[in-house]
């Protein structure tokens, strides 16, 4: 048999191959192969071979699969053809009421081991004016497979397994086939499965996504609309594992989308319209990676995925975001027969506080956002903001300590009496929080000359209680009864929490035991959340599940570790935790529904640098603001750039949901809402602010200015690495902590 080879180099180097004969069509991409091969006359089918796999396509030997009036329908390529760096594969398909549907799928080499889809479909031939179709593509995985037989990485919805998720979550039960996941509630629309035979990865991703949609489109019956351009992505075991792409987007057989009611599981369809006018085309990306572990293996495919879509970095003014947020704090602070504090919420867009009721930290962040305020008074010579975050401060320490020495945490304010104390749970979230806010306010005052003895008294009270009921394995439980101190809940995921509290309370005091405490809850850490890759609890409001909150606690706890003793493993420890937590920052843009009026969102900002909260749902807030210093500080300390670009996405973008151009018509400014949704009615919110959305703001300016004396990241790249790396490390030496 005669065979053609024909060879060119394309600009990214990659060796284009491309052989021909009556049966097969090659392309090669590094040492990865896609073929077109000929079963039968004019019946082409695909194959994708690797050096440790071979996969054949979803329903092989058929290239092909629509779904039409839900119905499954199959076919092979009819015509496959070598053009402009690029196997065309044609077909098409006749539908039980005789429409006719073209497609076209163009495939080309992409990054080395990828290959690049384009897909085309178009509706020739209408008959039935009801008819709907979706289409599918996709490869199996492994022949003769389960879930069980994988590691998968889906952003904010699955990481390795399915432990520590809720009875609804979307990847919860393995026993189930389908885990179909509508994109626009994806960070980054990208699916991917490890072997744990051979740690090859293979991943298929959505490029250049834009999925619009409109208001209404909501519930679990079937829509058809051709307005609606989002695909889903996913998994399907039915035998074989199989990772599918499915146009308009699917998701079953657990959703989000609508009530369930009764049920714990249902499908959404979504359908285009069989009709001639359809825009119904995409691009995809799919290939594999060689991993040695699951860490390794989530890094390589978000980045692939975040460096294809590159996201923007909308500049914001630092310093008008900084007075915006104190006019906040400035404005809402209330003293309330003898007990002062912020509102729980504020109601949005008029400013109307809700409730006067203090949680210390977490939610209420109280003693972080006095500290804020503190500051500014005492740099800008504002007596009254001193003397009004001061009775702040000062009421957490006379009224909150227990005997025990572990604080009650949540307070009612009444105007017709003296306040009370719920009987809530103290969470090592909340009071870590609290006390890293107590930290801030005594080192603000003695940094401008002014020591308050009781206040670090303070700390130091809970420290000691940390030190004396530390678990031998060097845990702590998630939450605690005030009351009594005993535990009531047997989780210890949150032991991170309160690592660098303890470590800055060591650099204040140079007492010993605190750093031997943050030293064992570090060891537990590192062995039960980072080998594991397992963080959890962190929101404590949430059920106790995978969250971004456990992963930027883990951060904060490495990294401070790793300051206090530049022992490699834990910056390993810190640079692992950030590469999971901004897998749940929305790195593309999600546009909000284009007849949506009613949406609290700017529309005419975009979702980059907003981030889910955690695992079962699909609430996105600016938390992940918090972490712009971090991972800032990881940049200076692995010289990734992905970093940088990341820690600027951060600090900026998190700042548009702010109103600080005044288009939204807050009461004030600094005024932001707590959360909303990415997905059904998108940009729709809580209509309230919490005390920690003005804290998420203003803690990481405030560490920029102890570290760089600036808080605008821009501005701190203009000046020389070493001055940078100086600064850097001045800081990290003490925490920023003044010594007692």
Request: aromatic share 14%.
């Amino acid at each position: 048999m005669k065979w053609i080879k024909i060879s060119t180099m394309v600009m990214c180097q990659l060796l284009v191959s491309v052989v021909m004969s009556a049966e097969s069509y090659v392309l090669l991409s590094g040492s990865a192969e896609l073929s077109a091969i000929e079963f039968a006359h004019q019946q082409y089918g695909l194959i994708l071979r690797t050096p440790t796999a071979t996969y054949q396509t979803m329903n092989y030997p058929f290239p092909v699969t629509l779904e039409v009036n839900g119905a499954t329908l199959t076919d092979f390529y009819s015509k496959v053809e070598y053009r402009n760096n690029s196997m065309v594969c044609s077909a098409r398909l006749t539908t039980t009421n005789g429409s006719q549907l073209s497609i076209k799928d163009a495939f080309s080499p992409d990054s080395t081991g990828f290959f690049h889809l384009t897909r085309e479909i178009v509706v020739i031939k209408p008959t039935d004016p009801e008819e709907y179709f979706n289409s599918y593509f996709g490869w199996t995985i492994r022949v003769s497979s389960s879930i069980n037989d994988f590691e998968f990485f889906v952003p904010g919805i699955w990481y390795k397994d399915n432990r520590y998720l809720t009875k609804r979550a979307l990847a919860n039960d393995f026993s189930d086939n389908y885990f179909y996941f509508r994109e626009d509630r994806l960070p980054l629309p990208i699916v991917a499965s490890r072997d744990k035979k051979n740690g090859t990865a293979l991943s298929l991703m959505h490029i250049d996504a834009h999925p619009e949609t409109f208001y209404g489109e909501n519930g679990l019956h079937r829509i058809v609309d051709e307005r609606m351009q989002f695909g889903s992505l996913g998994f399907v075991q039915t035998g074989d594992v199989s990772v599918q792409f499915v146009f308009p987007g699917i998701e079953g057989e657990r959703t989000y989308t609508g009530s369930l009611g009764d049920k714990e599981k249902s499908f959404s369809y979504r359908s285009h319209p069989a009709r001639k006018d359809i825009a119904h085309t995409y691009r995809l990306v799919f290939g594999t990676n060689e991993t040695g572990d699951f860490a390794s293996f989530v890094e390589k495919c978000w980045k692939q995925a975040w460096n294809r879509y590159n996201p923007p970095v909308h500049k914001m003014n630092m310093t008008d975001a900084y007075q915006a947020s104190i006019e906040v704090l400035d404005a809402y602070l209330e003293n309330v027969n003898g007990a002062p504090g912020w509102p729980f919420s504020i109601y949005l867009p008029n400013g109307i506080a809700r409730a006067y009721n203090y949680q210390m930290g977490f939610i209420g962040f109280q003693l972080s956002n006095a500290a804020f305020l503190l500051r500014h008074g005492l740099e800008t010579g504002n007596s009254n903001q001193v003397k009004r975050a001061s009775e702040v401060v000062d009421f957490w320490v006379k009224e909150s300590m227990t005997e025990h020495g572990l604080p009650k945490t949540w307070a009612d304010a009444n105007a017709d009496r003296k306040h009370t104390w719920r009987h809530y749970e103290t969470y090592m979230r909340t009071t870590a929080g609290g006390m890293e806010g107590m930290m801030s306010a005594w080192n603000t005052m003695k940094k401008h000359g002014i020591n308050k003895p009781e206040w670090l008294n303070y700390c130091k009270t809970y420290a000691n209680w940390l030190v004396e009921n530390q678990e031998e394995d060097g845990s702590f439980y998630i939450r605690y009864r005030w009351e009594d101190a005993r535990p009531t809940h047997d989780s210890k995921y949150t032991t991170t929490n309160v690592i660098r509290f303890l470590i800055e309370l060591y650099c204040a005091t140079s007492d010993e035991k605190y750093l031997t405490s943050a030293l064992k809850a570090g060891e537990f850490s590192y062995d039960f959340i980072h080998k594991d890759y397992l963080y959890v609890g962190g929101v404590i409001d949430n059920p106790n599940v995978k969250d971004r909150e456990s992963g930027q606690m883990a951060i904060y706890a490495f990294l401070a570790l790793y300051d206090v003793t530049k022992e490699e493993r834990w910056k390993a420890a810190a640079v692992q935790a950030a590469r999971y937590t901004e897998t749940f920052m929305f790195s593309y843009n999600v546009p909000m529904a284009f007849n949506d009026s009613l949406t609290d969102f700017p529309l005419h900002r975009d979702l980059t640098g907003f981030t889910l909260i955690a695992t079962g749902h699909s609430g996105i807030d600016n938390g992940l603001s918090f972490s712009s210093f971090q991972y800032y500080r990881l940049y200076l300390l692995t010289h990734d750039k992905h970093f940088l670009h990341l820690a600027r996405v951060i600090q900026n973008n998190t700042l548009q949901i702010m109103d600080l151009d005044g288009k939204m018509g807050f009461r004030y400014r600094g005024l932001l809402t707590e959360c909303f949704a990415p997905q059904a009615n998108r940009g729709h919110s809580v209509r309230q602010q919490l005390p920690w959305n003005q804290a998420a703001v203003l803690d990481p300016m405030c560490r920029f200015m102890d570290a760089f004396g600036e808080w605008d990241i821009d501005l701190i790249e203009q000046w020389p690495l070493e001055k940078k790396i100086k600064l850097m490390e001045a800081y990290a030496i003490q925490q920023g902590m003044l010594s007692e």
